[in-house]
């Protein structure tokens, strides 16, 4: 399986957003949007905002399922979207952090999954033609987000059974690929595997995409950002890596570029950012 993926990889072209995003950065700092979740919740969207009319009668309740606005109340993450590029993002991610059926089955629509990721990508690139068209010498791109999902594969729910998993890597990677393809098909012109605080999770996530983009030849291959999350003062992530660990763990994918999201504010992160800078060899 290996040797086939390599083959049709080395052949496939890339959708030339790279090259691109590399003449910008030769010149100046591209910012990329900021939270989703808060920008959601100023907006305080109730219950009823949630189910929409398509999911009135659902049997659970869906408040707090963020991505599903993007098919229930689109026009909020349309404005949420429009505000970070009116403020000048060069980069938006799509509304998809729990964009996996893994995640979404909290609120039994893991059926959704696929729609999710394409009717949120779709919308995001909606917002960032109209964008470019504005200011043709600033174009503006969709990152496709993958979040961690809410299961780990590096440490047990269970404190007593401390090698119990409640999910598999191949299951993790079946609900990825479906994601990716959800995002592609939507028009993501980056893919971001962000918020990593279990890296092995991460390594599925990228499996998937080299998976998906073996699979489907005809579609050009997008460029990868990866950010990791780490949780105290101590620069690690919760299954344990420091920050150098964590770049040597995921540089097989050749990422575009590497990142850490905010996790302790950016006071304490400026340190960790240097090192992050330091060892990486792409765009931080």
């Not at 689109?74 to 893994?102: K, Q, R, V, W």
């Not at 729910?157 to 959800?182: D, L, W």
């Amino acid at each position: 399986m290996g040797s086939r993926h390599v083959l049709k990889m080395a052949s496939q072209k890339d959708n030339g957003v790279a090259d691109i995003l590399h003449g910008i950065l030769k010149k100046r700092i591209m910012a990329i949007d900021g939270a989703m979740g808060t920008m959601v919740q100023l907006q305080k969207p109730t219950e009823e905002t949630f189910r929409g009319s398509r999911f009135k009668d659902h049997g659970k309740d869906l408040k707090g399922n963020n991505d599903l606005l993007s098919i229930t109340a689109p026009e909020i993450i349309e404005g949420i979207h429009n505000e970070y590029l009116e403020a000048g993002s060069d980069m938006i991610e799509t509304n998809t952090f729990s964009g996996t059926s893994i995640a979404q089955a909290d609120y039994d629509l893991q059926d959704l999954a696929y729609e999710l990721n394409f009717e949120s990508a779709k919308l995001a690139k909606k917002c960032c033609n109209e964008w470019t068209a504005k200011t043709p010498d600033k174009p503006r791109f969709v990152c496709g987000a993958i979040g961690p999902t809410n299961r780990t594969l590096s440490i047990s729910p269970s404190v007593e059974k401390p090698e119990f998993r409640n999910i598999t890597y191949n299951e993790i990677v079946e609900a990825y690929t479906v994601q990716i393809k959800g995002l592609m098909d939507g028009g993501a012109d980056i893919l971001l595997v962000e918020t990593i605080f279990d890296t092995l999770n991460a390594k599925a996530a990228l499996y998937a995409i080299d998976l998906y983009f073996s699979d489907h030849p005809e579609v050009p291959r997008a460029p990868i950002f990866i950010s990791g999350t780490i949780v105290d003062m101590s620069g690690r992530t919760l299954s344990g890596q420091t920050t150098e660990a964590f770049i040597t763990s995921v540089i097989h994918a050749k990422p575009f570029c590497l990142g850490l999201n905010c996790a302790l504010g950016p006071a304490q992160m400026r340190s960790f950012m240097n090192r992050l800078s330091n060892a990486a060899p792409c765009y931080v």
